[in-house]
């Protein structure tokens, strides 16, 4: 098989559904016609949720590290330590421990060349907090792993609708001292540049959401607005963005809005997902954008309410996975385009006597 994808996929949380949904995912006949499974988690498991699921089919080989990976099956790369006994829907640093583990393979992985694209299962904030890992979630984790100096932007989308974030896993005490005119001005330029390099939008049109009920309603709730929102507004029209605002989040959504738009800009965690949420049942996608490498996850938590139960939906992380193929190939398409314009106008340009340096 030629050009296939490698999927690394993290087993995130055992005590969560990340097991469950991967194994729905995977089970159907012809997925590795579609792109190579790696999944850094344990086969005990894996086999755990195929009866608990009565799958009739889940087959896969066993890898010790990602150099060995065959393309067009199912490879399983265990972590070093030991499995622990699974606990339903229990917070565990045990559980935690091995997150991290699958999480620190896979990103190396991602790093050598092993995998192309990274899909993460949910984990527990609270579980994986330890000396070695001291973040709020995995996109923090990982702007410090792969983002080469460069600031990440967490993404929530699905096939009409994107969202990123300003201020990611902040408390909202901190929140509005955190907004300035410079992070809007480059959050949206960002955002702009994501929406044309992995999502295809030719020249984006970016709505950004106000801090304030109202918009502030004239300074009367908050002057956020009319001192930092609006002027970087303005400055980014000045540079060519399509960007639009401050629009409050309530009218904004409620009214349907959003769909006038390539990308939203919310300022803060709940302003963006609470709707995006709401508005889109199943099939969410979360994409950490401006990374060298191509990152998404599910939309949702380990959901341990339900978990080892046979009930949870696997719609999200399946998004995930093709939602991530899909922006590997597009970035590619346009990097290659970018690498050299000249040439590639050269080359496809009809020929109608013109003569043409083909060695320019």
């Not at 984990?123 to 984790?141: D, W």
């Not at 096939?159 to 509005?176: C, E, M, Y």
């Not at 889109?280 to 599910?298: A, H």
């Amino acid at each position: 098989m030629t050009n296939h994808i490698k999927v690394g996929i993290t087993h995130g949380d055992i005590n969560g559904i990340s097991y469950e949904i991967i194994a729905k995912v995977l089970a159907p006949e012809g997925i590795t016609e579609l792109f190579t499974p790696v999944v850094f988690g344990y086969p005990e498991l894996l086999e755990e949720a195929a009866a608990l699921l009565e799958l009739e089919r889940l087959p896969f080989k066993v890898i010790s590290t990602p150099s060995e990976v065959q393309e067009g099956i199912i490879n399983v790369i265990p972590p070093l330590s030991p499995m622990p006994a699974p606990e339903p829907g229990k917070v565990s640093k045990e559980a935690g421990k091995v997150a991290v583990e699958a999480l620190e393979m896979a990103v190396d992985a991602l790093k050598d060349g092993c995998i192309d694209v990274l899909v993460t299962a949910p984990i527990s904030k609270e579980a994986v907090q330890s000396e070695k890992f001291n973040f709020p979630g995995h996109t923090e984790f990982l702007e410090s792993r792969l983002g080469e100096e460069s600031r990440s932007q967490m993404i929530l989308f699905n096939d009409r609708l994107r969202i990123a974030l300003l201020t990611i896993h902040l408390p909202l005490s901190k929140v509005a001292a955190s907004i300035t005119e410079e992070t809007i001005v480059k959050a949206v330029e960002s955002f702009a540049y994501t929406l044309k390099r992995d999502f295809g939008a030719e020249r984006p049109s970016i709505a950004i959401l106000s801090l304030n009920p109202h918009a502030g309603d004239g300074g009367m709730l908050g002057n956020e607005e009319k001192d930092i929102i609006e002027p970087a507004i303005r400055q980014l029209q000045d540079n060519g963005i399509l960007a639009f605002g401050p629009f409050p989040a309530d009218g904004f959504f409620g009214h349907g809005s959003y769909a006038n738009f390539d990308g939203i800009l919310a300022m803060y965690h709940d302003q963006g997902l609470a709707p995006f949420k709401t508005l889109v049942s199943s099939g969410g996608v979360n994409f950490t954008s401006m990374l060298p490498y191509v990152r998404t996850s599910p939309d949702h938590g380990t959901a341990f309410d339900i978990a080892w139960k046979g009930e949870a939906d696997p719609s999200s992380l399946r998004e995930a996975i093709y939602k991530a193929i899909d922006i590997y190939r597009r970035r590619k398409s346009f990097d290659d385009a970018a690498a050299n314009p000249l040439k590639k106008f050269i080359q496809e340009k009809p020929d109608k006597g013109e003569r043409l340096d083909k060695n320019i």
